[in-house]
Nanobody
Framework: QVRLVESGGGSVQAGGSLRLSCAAS?????MAWFRQAPGKEREGIAG????????YVAGSVKGRFAISRDKDKNTVYLEMNSLKPDDTDMYYC?????????????????WGQGTQVTVSS
């Protein structure tokens, strides 16, 4: 089991930026960021695969969010720019030991505890 620890959430005004971090304790092949508002389904935001330089970002945040990793630190980041009040959510990172659909939360068994992002207008 891979332990995931998120950090970097907080409160910011619209137009601001935040960088979320997800530190992993072991091997993963697929890692992704999701967000979830109360009463809503978890939404895939961005994904990345081990051994691939290609990254994936949901259309709803394309051009504003980016996913990246630091292999030495075994940490994946979600860079969020031009934040909007609609981006207010709990953000989670998730990992899988094999190749899965990064945008499908049901494909992931390992989850972090979540970090809250609040964007005020």
């Amino acid at each position: 089991q891979v332990r995931l620890v998120e950090s970097g959430g907080g409160s910011v005004q619209a137009g601001g930026s935040l960088r979320l971090s997800c530190a992993a304790s072991g091997y993963w092949y697929t890692m992704a960021w999701f967000r979830q508002a109360p009463g809503k389904e978890r939404e895939g935001i961005a994904g990345i695969y081990e051994g691939s330089v290609t990254t994936y970002v949901a259309g709803s945040v394309k051009g504003r969010f980016a996913i990246s990793r630091d292999k030495d630190k075994n940490t994946v980041y979600l860079e969020m720019n031009s934040l909007k009040p609609d981006d207010t959510d709990m953000y989670y990172c998730a990992a899988a030991r094999n190749l899965v659909d990064w945008s499908n939360p049901r494909q992931f068994a390992m989850w972090g505890q979540g970090t809250q992002v609040t964007v005020s207008s």
